[in-house]
């Protein structure tokens, strides 16, 4: 089976396990307060890079969008987080990681243009 062939119940079971492993892992990390800042980036991957949930299972969530949709609609989708991240970094508390995350977005959508 490839990806194009996931059905709506398909996305809606991965929606509701990937949210159950990120809640799950979100609860570790805020019980964990014993484990410094620089101990964090050994176990838990980059946000920017390599973000934990969206980086479960064998199709990286991304490449899962990217094959459900046209080029055009892909680019659309890649300027508009980009443009979401601007938009919003000086609000949500990491601006760094917002501003990050914009950059990420950015350089995709250079890649896909090119």
Wanted: charged share 35%.
């Amino acid at each position: 089976m490839s990806i194009n062939d996931a059905t709506p119940e398909m996305w809606d079971r991965l929606r509701t396990k990937y949210k159950a492993l990120v809640e799950e892992e979100q609860l570790e990390m805020e019980n964990d307060e014993w484990l410094k800042d620089d101990d964090r980036q050994e176990y838990f991957p980059d946000p920017v890079e390599s973000p934990v949930h969206y980086n479960t299972g064998s199709v990286e969530c991304i490449e899962a969008i990217k094959a459900s949709m046209s080029d055009t609609e892909f680019e659309g989708y890649l300027k508009g987080n980009a443009m979401k991240y601007l938009w919003r970094y000086a609000y949500k508390g990491k601006p760094v990681e917002d501003l990050k995350k914009a950059q990420w977005y950015l350089a995709r959508l250079t890649e896909e243009a090119e």
